[in-house]
């Protein structure tokens, strides 16, 4: 009740506004432009009652969820009416609605000021024209809505039909996409299932949402792996999910665990990418940690027979000491290049702040993380990594080729992995992970570094494992 007082103000100036706008649009030649006081007119009102249908329709929803929650208070996948019925919906209707009535409120701000503005900004300086990205940005949203919305046109009204619900810790995640493809995904489909941690931070102003991937697999499909459906085309989807991942679950609506099934095809014309929050608990059906381990040695004979990706960023060739892993420098262009752009920014401004009157700690602070943010440039650029396996494992990590050489016995290794180090973007963003080894002595040493793709990772690390003699080892822990 207390936002519907707050919004009477904004819906009553905005329909004043408008009401001056039918008076000035019906006044004399050379009166004052109805334009203006519309655009606002439209802007406020849309403010206030945006706000007030918010409020009646979001205390329905509160009320039926409370419903849901009381009626299921242990099975939390049946709150959501697309989980309950096991038919996901994707969020590019959502999206595309957000996207459009972001695009269409940030115009109607920004229109005035690029015609009113800017002209009396710059015929006092130039620097006026800087007003000029307000409406630049606004384009940018209007093309992205239009994007969104050509997506939707082009491929339906897409869903994941799960073949049971939800999708359980430890178990297999299976279902089927369903979309239309009026052009055939000849390059095939690539899936991705994310764990993702959100975090908003901030109020107000200063709000901001930060999501950071757990864990991630990938998959990909070609063309003949597809069969029609009811949408038009039916997508097979099958994702183990491991013992230790963490389970949906919000905590509060500030902090929450999330799993986004995401899907993607190059197709003539508007690109297919969908997104779709699944349910993924544990239940009765966890297995046990004993179960786990011999699921997983059960299947470790296929991932050794896991296919060598066609591109590759590492060079990986026979030579006469063993196998050699070459990370070699710059394999990764734009995120050197982003870490380069935030690196001279941040020391910029270090350099304006020391000569102007700021305190000390204010330059010497941008100082020290553009020094940091300078240090993982070069890395990112100049620094490579060479591996090779074969009586004895050998890494030399350094610059260019060059660094300390270091040389493991094969009965020293624990274990061979991988971890998310860093990313850019969001949950649905790029991870970058690192091969990690650890010795029996608990010692940990990298032997590669920000590699963007899943799957070559994965049979990275598969290969290093089975040079090393791990794979062998774990099948027979299994076994016994």
């Known amino acids: ?73 242990t099975e939390p996948w049946l709150w959501r009416a697309d989980w ?29 000021i690029a015609f009113l503005v800017v002209p009396a900004a710059i015929k006092k300086s130039p620097a006026g024209y800087v007003a000029l990205l307000f409406p630049a940005v ?78 991630r697999y ?44 995401e899907a993607r095809a190059d197709v003539p014309g508007v690109d297919y990418h969908d997104v779709f929050e699944v349910p993924v608990f544990r239940t009765a059906q966890t297995p046990t940690q004993a179960e786990e381990a011999s699921e997983e040695a059960a299947f470790a004979t296929h991932a050794l027979k896991a296919p060598r990706p066609e591109q590759m960023s590492v060079q990986v060739q026979q030579i006469a000491e063993g196998m050699e892993f070459y990370f070699p420098a710059a394999r990764n262009k734009g995120f ?18 020391t000569h102007t009157r700021a305190p000390f700690i204010f330059p010497a602070a941008f100082g020290l993380f553009a020094l940091l943010l300078g240090y993982i440039t070069v890395k990112m650029w100049l620094g490579t990594t060479r591996v090779v396996i074969g009586s004895s494992l050998t890494l030399q990590a350094g610059l260019l080729g060059g660094g300390k050489v270091q040389q493991i016995p094969l009965s020293d290794i624990a274990s061979i992995s991988d971890k998310i180090t860093a990313q850019q973007g969001g949950g649905t963003g790029t991870p970058y992970y690192d091969i990690e080894m650890t010795l029996r002595d608990g010692k940990k040493l990298t032997l590669g570094r920000t590699l963007r793709d899943k799957l070559e990772t994965e049979w990275l690390v598969s290969e290093m494992r089975r040079l090393a003699g791990l794979e062998q080892k774990s099948m027979t822990a299994g076994m016994a």
């Open 1 to 73: 009740m207390l936002i519907c007082l707050l919004a009477l103000p904004f819906a009553g100036f905005g329909l004043f506004a408008i009401s001056m706008a039918v008076h000035l649009f019906g006044a004399r030649p050379g009166s004052q432009e109805f334009w203006f006081p519309l655009m606002f007119g439209v802007v406020f009102s849309s403010i206030g009652f945006g706000l007030m249908f918010l409020v009646l329709t979001g205390s329905k929803r509160y009320a039926r969820q409370q419903r849901l929650q009381a009626e299921h208070p």
């Open 84 to 112: 309950a019925q096991g038919r996901v919906k994707s969020n590019t209707r959502t999206s595309m609605i957000g996207g459009w009535i972001f695009a269409i409120f940030w115009n109607m701000v920004s229109l005035p």
């Open 138 to 215: 606004g384009v940018f949203l209007l093309i992205n809505a239009i994007y969104k919305t050509l997506q939707l046109w082009e491929f339906g009204n897409t869903y994941f039909e799960m073949a049971s619900v939800p999708g359980v810790v430890g178990r297999e995640l299976k279902g089927n996409i369903q979309a239309r493809f009026v052009h055939s995904p000849n390059h095939g489909i690539r899936l991705r299932l994310t764990c993702v941690h959100r975090v908003v931070t901030g109020s107000g102003n200063t709000q901001s949402r930060q999501e950071s991937i757990l864990w």
């Open 218 to 261: 990938e998959a990909e499909l070609n063309s003949a792996q597809l069969c029609p459906g009811p949408a038009g085309t039916t997508i097979p989807v099958s994702f183990h999910i491991p013992l230790d991942a963490h389970p949906t679950e919000k905590i509060s609506p500030r902090d929450e665990f999330l799993w986004l099934l």
């Open 336 to 353: 050197a290049m982003s870490t380069t752009v935030f690196a001279s920014i941040f020391g910029g401004i270090a350099y304006f702040l």
